[in-house]
């Protein structure tokens, strides 16, 4: 399903985080859907924000540089708006480890603040939550949907699912229009390729376009499942204008399932550059390793009618052929 052409048309939307990846190229679909946009973001290098992502568009948004921790700006902020893609966060597990405190901090009262901002000032916006699939840990079944049990690996997924919940719980108690998606492996254009903190996979497509080896651990059968950037803003843009998302928790999804290995050999293939070797686990990696883990998308299919239709090496062409572009923007 398309979002309607005139759904944002006028619409005053801020966006969180919205200097990084996903969040700048909602920017850009908003921008050419007529929307009123406010990107607000902290910059914070290791994060992933990055003013290169809106250059194309930096006379037709605002931008806010600011914290969501900031209580006091936020209430500001969200007076007057209509729609909130919270897509703020700290989402380096690693980091959630090694600092957990931080990500307690970024992934827990960052939502919160929100979240009162909106109860105090602006009860009438509609607020779409940016969560992840990692949630559910190690899966008990496969495709995994929303009724899996959550048993998150890290810190970081222990908070996200916690800001889920605050969400859902602002929904149903004070009756502000929340809706959550729990997004699986995305990428595209304009993703943090400074270093594999955050993505394994934008590290791979940097060490491709640079020629280099990519180390692949174990036989490289584990299967994931990717969403190319553009079906990931679609979900945001859907879950937005459609009340049948109101207080809803959707799971995004791929295509099919990938393994690693068809994986990398696709994106050696689409760069023509590259190579791989397979090497074993290291012990502390093997000690949190999922397996295989990929989600249905069955309800939000027949809930908002979205569906991914971005294949694998379409979206990876995309991407390489981005990279090689702007590569002095992101390396």
């Not at 090694?98 to 901090?105: K, T």
């Not at 949630?135 to 899996?148: A, F, N, Q, S, W």
């Not at 109101?246 to 393994?259: K, T």
């Not at 998308?297 to 569906?307: C, V």
């Given at each position: 399903?398309?979002?309607?052409?005139?759904a944002?048309?006028g619409?005053r939307?801020l966006?969180?985080?919205?200097?990084?990846?996903?969040?700048?190229n909602?920017?850009?679909q908003?921008?050419?859907l007529?929307a009123e946009?406010?990107?607000v973001d902290?910059l914070?290098?290791?994060?992933g924000?990055n003013?290169?992502n809106?250059?194309?568009?930096?006379d037709h948004?605002?931008?806010?540089?600011?914290?969501?921790?900031?209580?006091?700006s936020?209430?500001?902020?969200?007076?007057?708006?209509?729609?909130l893609?919270?897509l703020?966060g700290q989402v380096?597990?690693?980091d959630?480890?090694?600092n957990?405190f931080n990500d307690l901090?970024?992934n827990?009262r960052?939502?919160?603040?929100?979240?009162?901002?909106c109860?105090r000032?602006?009860?009438?916006?509609?607020l779409i939550?940016?969560?992840?699939r990692?949630?559910y840990?190690?899966p008990?079944?496969l495709?995994?949907?929303?009724r899996?049990?959550l048993?998150?690996v890290?810190?970081?997924?222990?908070?996200k699912?916690?800001?889920?919940?605050?969400h859902i719980?602002y929904?149903?108690?004070?009756g502000?229009?929340?809706?959550v998606?729990r997004?699986?492996n995305?990428?595209g254009?304009?993703?943090?390729?400074?270093?594999a903190r955050?993505?394994a996979?934008g590290?791979f497509?940097?060490?491709?376009?640079?020629?280099?080896t990519?180390?692949l651990?174990?036989?490289?059968?584990?299967?994931?499942d990717y969403?190319?950037?553009d079906?990931a803003?679609?979900?945001?843009?859907l879950?937005?204008?459609d009340?049948?998302a109101?207080?809803?928790i959707f799971?995004?999804?791929?295509?099919?399932?990938?393994?690693?290995?068809?994986?990398?050999?696709?994106?050696i293939?689409v760069?023509?550059?590259?190579?791989?070797?397979?090497v074993?686990?290291?012990?502390?990696?093997?000690r949190?390793d999922i397996?295989s883990?990929y989600s249905?998308?069955?309800?939000?299919?027949t809930?908002?009618g979205w569906?991914?239709?971005?294949?694998?090496?379409d979206?990876?062409?995309?991407?390489?052929d981005f990279?090689?572009?702007h590569k002095?923007?992101?390396?």
């Amino acid at each position: 399903m398309t979002v309607p052409a005139d759904a944002f048309s006028g619409k005053r939307c801020l966006i969180t985080g919205g200097l990084g990846f996903i969040g700048s190229n909602l920017a850009h679909q908003l921008v050419e859907l007529g929307a009123e946009v406010l990107i607000v973001d902290s910059l914070v290098p290791e994060y992933g924000g990055n003013l290169a992502n809106i250059a194309d568009i930096k006379d037709h948004v605002q931008v806010n540089i600011a914290d969501v921790r900031d209580q006091h700006s936020m209430q500001y902020l969200v007076q007057g708006q209509h729609y909130l893609f919270n897509l703020a966060g700290q989402v380096s597990h690693i980091d959630s480890m090694e600092n957990p405190f931080n990500d307690l901090d970024i992934n827990c009262r960052a939502q919160l603040s929100i979240l009162e901002a909106c109860r105090r000032h602006n009860r009438d916006i509609k607020l779409i939550f940016a969560s992840t699939r990692q949630i559910y840990g190690k899966p008990e079944y496969l495709p995994v949907d929303e009724r899996h049990p959550l048993q998150p690996v890290d810190v970081n997924g222990i908070n996200k699912m916690a800001g889920e919940w605050y969400h859902i719980l602002y929904n149903n108690v004070y009756g502000i229009r929340t809706c959550v998606l729990r997004l699986t492996n995305t990428y595209g254009p304009r993703m943090l390729v400074r270093h594999a903190r955050q993505t394994a996979l934008g590290w791979f497509i940097r060490q491709v376009i640079d020629n280099e080896t990519i180390s692949l651990y174990g036989t490289g059968e584990q299967l994931r499942d990717y969403n190319y950037v553009d079906d990931a803003v679609r979900a945001l843009l859907l879950a937005a204008v459609d009340s049948n998302a109101d207080g809803q928790i959707f799971n995004l999804g791929g295509r099919q399932p990938v393994s690693h290995l068809e994986l990398i050999k696709t994106l050696i293939e689409v760069a023509d550059t590259g190579a791989y070797k397979l090497v074993p686990f290291p012990s502390d990696k093997a000690r949190i390793d999922i397996g295989s883990v990929y989600s249905s998308y069955s309800r939000i299919q027949t809930s908002l009618g979205w569906e991914p239709t971005i294949d694998l090496h379409d979206g990876l062409q995309r991407t390489v052929d981005f990279y090689r572009k702007h590569k002095a923007q992101y390396w």
